[in-house]
T-cell receptor
Framework: DTGVSQNPRHKITKRGQNVTFRCDPI?????LYWYRQTLGQGPEFLTY????????KSRLLSDRFSAERPKGSFSTLEIQRTEQGDSAMYLC????????????FGPGTRLTVL | DQQVKQNSPSLSVQEGRISILNCDYT??????FLWYKKYPAEGPTFLIS?????DKNEDGRFTVFLNKSAKHLSLHIVPSQPGDSAVYFC???????????FGKGTRLHILP
C-alpha cells in the first residue's frame, strides 16, 4: 500500500468529452505529483503541488488540462475536449515523509479516448 | 531528448541467477537515482534509490551501483525469482528539481 489512491481506475470516453480524475493521498503529504505514461514510455512529469499551490507545469500540460488541489489534500486532473492522443495511464504520486526524491505512486487511471 | 536511457528493452534471466539492469544518464545535475518496478495495470513501485554521494546501496536482494564519472547506474537482483518478472524503470531527480525523470524501462523475464 503506497498510501495513494486514484479514481476511477479506468475511464473510456469519446473524443471531445471532458474527463476528471481524482487522487487521494491517505496521509496529508504537502507535495503531490501528476505523471502520464503512454505505451512504451516511462512516466512523464505533468505538474506538482506544494499544499494547494501548483508550482510547476510541464509543457506536456496543454491548455486543455487543468489540475487543482483544494485545501492541500486530494487533487483533481481535468482534461477538456479529449483527443485520442490523451489516451494514457495518469499517475499520481506523493513523497515518502520529507524525502521528496522518493515518490510513491498510486495505481493510476487508465484513460482510453475513442 | 532522453536524459535517462535504458538501452535494453528486455532481458531474460534464469531463475536463481543474477539479473543486471543498466541505465545511463546525461544530465550532470541529477543527484538522486531511483529504480521502480511496474506490473501491468499498476502504478510503479519504488524499489531502491541512491544518492550521488554514494556508489553503492543495498537492500536485500537488490543492489544499485552508481558510477558518476561514466554517468551510469545498474541494478543487480540476486538471486532472481519468478516474481521479479516485471518492467523496471530507472529514474533520476535533481537537487532543486523534485520531478522524477524516467527511462523507457526494461522488461525483465525470469525463466524457470
Amino acid at each position: 500500500d503506497t498510501g495513494v489512491s486514484q479514481n476511477p481506475r479506468h475511464k473510456i470516453t469519446k473524443r471531445g468529452q471532458n474527463v476528471t480524475f481524482r487522487c487521494d493521498p491517505i496521509s496529508e503529504h504537502n507535495r503531490l505529483y501528476w505523471y502520464r505514461q503512454t505505451l512504451g514510455q516511462g512516466p512523464e512529469f505533468l505538474t506538482y503541488f506544494q499544499n494547494e499551490a501548483q508550482l510547476e507545469k510541464s509543457r506536456l500540460l496543454s491548455d486543455r488540462f487543468s489540475a487543482e488541489r483544494p485545501k492541500g489534500s486530494f487533487s483533481t486532473l481535468e482534461i477538456q475536449r479529449t483527443e485520442q492522443g490523451d489516451s494514457a495511464m495518469y499517475l499520481c504520486a506523493a513523497p515518502r515523509d520529507n524525502s521528496y526524491n522518493e515518490q510513491f505512486f498510486g495505481p493510476g487511471t487508465r484513460l482510453t479516448v475513442l | 531528448d532522453q536524459q535517462v536511457k535504458q538501452n535494453s528493452p528486455s532481458l531474460s534471466v534464469q531463475e536463481g541467477r543474477i539479473s543486471i539492469l543498466n541505465c545511463d544518464y546525461t544530465n550532470s545535475m541529477f543527484d538522486y537515482f531511483l529504480w521502480y518496478k511496474k506490473y501491468p495495470a499498476e502504478g510503479p513501485t519504488f524499489l531502491i534509490s541512491i544518492s550521488s554521494i554514494k556508489d553503492k546501496n543495498e537492500d536485500g536482494r537488490f543492489t544499485v551501483f552508481l558510477n558518476k564519472s561514466a554517468k551510469h547506474l545498474s541494478l543487480h537482483i540476486v538471486p532472481s525469482q519468478p516474481g521479479d518478472s516485471a518492467v523496471y524503470f530507472c529514474a533520476a531527480s535533481g537537487d532543486r528539481d523534485d520531478k522524477i525523470i524516467f527511462g523507457k524501462g526494461t522488461r525483465l523475464h525470469i525463466l524457470p
